[in-house]
């Protein structure tokens, strides 16, 4: 008699309690990476080493793995107070303690440089206090600062054991800090050479060799603080403009020609920056990293959760178990806007049955940030989780997304809720004329951005059946004076509030504005040490749901920020959205 075999249910605790890859680090030599995984659901994070003939291993438990010069050892961070060296052998020392918190660290040939904040004085810190990061370096005379004249944000050094790239902010905070960075070289003697300002939001800088070393970075592309990134030379300015895609990573190569790695609509290519395309690759690369001759990076696609590859080759094997489950059919989604643009997504259907089915529209967030071709299974309920319970799930990149260039981001530009709503609702309606959803059945979500796309969807059409509203905008103004990002926001709402009495053009594309419009039933989550996108946002709406009778219910998770880190929260929320869907639809 044949065994029953009994298939893989899936469930919210085999995704926060897998483990994901989140960064890596090659030795100079080409012979190792070492990266970081974690599980969904722990903040714990650990450092393991891959590379020749073995097998990976474990080295120890912390974060962001940088390699010595020699490549025999590495540097980590511990708890973010400590920083630590380690042999290959395993043989584990402290460097420095520092109680204020390290912000980030670089092994040198003769000790390491890190960047840390004063030590906070021993009385209550009111919040007009400037605690700048400052540049340090650690050494066998001691601990001694670099550099401390401006928040410093990033350090790269030059290949060879050169001077060090240093950016910095006006700030600690990012809004003033990113919107005036500037670039300076610092030598290991403490010598200072600025080179002014950088472009607004400027980020990743790396060295490269053209006749004579220079400094390459990642910025916004002016004038609007919603724009694509683009790739820029403190000598020739814009390197990549016009370039139909957008550059999100800076690799350092010691030949002094670094990679650029490309959102390409819903994939990914890496290209040297002078030179032409190093690879393509269907999905998402990301956390690129080299040394020698070889490149490591997490790489998924549509049918593989993310995993460390290294020359070529897959190291790690992170979530075996999910080839034993029969997950929903993902495609590709192209179809045309109302006026004619070119628009792409995803589409993922259940794994059984046939339409129409159920569709649930998931809105990233950002706005400038993609649905690659990657697997979705995340620790938010993504869109795996949604398919296997049988609705079809459509993942749009409507106008404002990364990676189309420039121009296609900054159409958003102080319009956020327009032209991107209805590239969303003409999926849709395709969705619904093919055959694919139901019309009768259709739910939207999103978290952050796509919190608000879902707020404002609502309040615009009656046509939903639900909506989940994940720590979503509601309302632009409030948040230029109490998120994080300031004017970056003002950006996307069109004002602050504080250019004169109103209307303000921010009153116009707040989903707050047009609550009474709402019949949908939502479900509002937010965490409520949320300081990107403060549970103020959820409460406002929450009261304006509430004074107009419609059905809603308001959770906020305590301790968790604008992403959950607990354990128990994940699973709670996975379980939450389902079952607010399958009430509804």
């Known amino acids: 008699m044949r065994p029953i075999v009994c298939p893989v249910v899936l469930t919210a605790e085999m995704i926060v309690d897998s483990w994901i890859p989140m960064t890596t680090a090659v030795s100079p030599d080409g012979r190792w990476v070492a990266y970081t995984q974690r599980q969904v659901g722990r903040p714990v994070s650990e450092v393991w080493l891959a590379g020749g003939d073995h097998p990976p291993r474990r080295l120890a438990v912390g974060t962001d793995p940088r390699w010595d010069p020699d490549s025999l050892s590495l540097c980590y961070l511990v708890d973010g107070v400590e920083l630590h060296r380690i042999t290959l052998s395993g043989t ?19 000790g390491v440089a890190f960047v840390a904040a004063d030590s906070p004085a021993p009385e209550i810190e009111v919040r007009s206090v400037v605690r700048p990061s400052r540049l340090r370096l650690a050494d066998s005379s001691g601990i001694r600062v670099l550099y401390g004249d401006r928040h410093v944000a990033e350090v790269a050094q030059q290949p060879g054991g050169g001077p060090l790239a240093v950016l910095t902010w006006s700030s600690h905070e990012v809004d003033p800090g990113l919107l005036s960075p500037s670039l300076h070289v610092v030598s290991l003697s403490g010598e200072v050479r600025d080179l002014g300002p950088a472009v607004v939001g400027a980020h990743s800088p790396v060295w490269r060799l053209v006749g004579d070393w220079r400094v390459a970075y990642l910025a916004h592309t002016p004038p609007s603080l919603q724009s694509g990134t683009a790739v820029y030379d403190v000598v020739d300015g814009n390197l990549t403009a016009g370039l139909p895609a957008c550059p999100v990573e800076l690799v350092q190569m010691a030949d002094g020609d670094p990679l650029v790695v490309v959102a390409s609509g819903l994939d990914t290519f890496v290209r040297r920056l002078s030179g032409p395309v190093v690879s393509r690759h269907t999905g998402l690369v ?37 080839r034993d489950i029969e997950w929903g059919t993902q495609r590709r989604f192209s179809y045309q806007a109302s006026d004619g643009l070119e628009l792409e997504g995803l589409l993922i259907l259940p794994p059984v049955g046939t339409g129409p089915f159920p569709l649930v529209t998931i809105v990233h967030g950002g706005p400038y940030d993609r649905f690659a071709d990657q697997f979705g299974l995340h620790w938010v309920p993504s869109g795996q989780w949604l398919a296997l319970a049988g609705y079809a799930v459509f993942l749009p990149n409507p106008r404002g997304s990364q990676g189309r260039g420039h121009e296609f981001a900054t159409t958003v530009t102080g319009a956020v809720g327009q032209e991107e709503w209805t590239d969303i609702l003409t999926g849709i309606d395709l969705l619904v004329a093919d055959g694919v959803a139901d019309a009768a059945r259709l739910g939207i979500y999103g978290w952050s951005h796509g919190g608000f796309m879902a707020a404002w969807a609502i309040g615009h059409s009656n046509r939903f059946a639900a909506a989940i509203m994940g720590a979503g905008v509601t309302d632009w103004g409030m948040l230029v004076g109490s998120g994080e990002w300031g004017m970056f926001e003002a950006s996307l709402g069109g004002s602050t509030g504080w250019e004169g009495v109103g209307p303000h053009r921010h009153d116009e594309l707040s989903p707050i504005s047009y609550a009474a419009n709402v019949r949908t039933p939502v479900l509002i989550v937010h965490g409520a040490a949320d300081t990107n996108v403060p549970v103020a946002q959820s409460e406002y709406f929450h009261r304006a749901l509430r004074y107009y009778g419609v059905e809603h219910e308001f959770v906020v998770y305590p301790r968790e920020g604008h992403s959950f880190r607990e354990r128990e929260h994940q699973v709670d929320l996975h379980h939450r959205v389902r079952e607010w869907f399958g009430r509804w639809l």
């Open 286 to 322: 990301e956390a690129v990293s080299a040394g020698g001759e070889s490149v490591a990076a997490i790489v998924s696609t549509a049918d593989d959760p993310p995993d460390v590859h290294f020359r070529g080759v897959r190291v790690t094997d992170l979530r075996p178990w999910t």
């Open 92 to 110: 584990d020392i402290v460097l420095v303690n520092w109680p204020a918190g390290i912000d980030s660290h670089l092994p040198l040939v003769d």
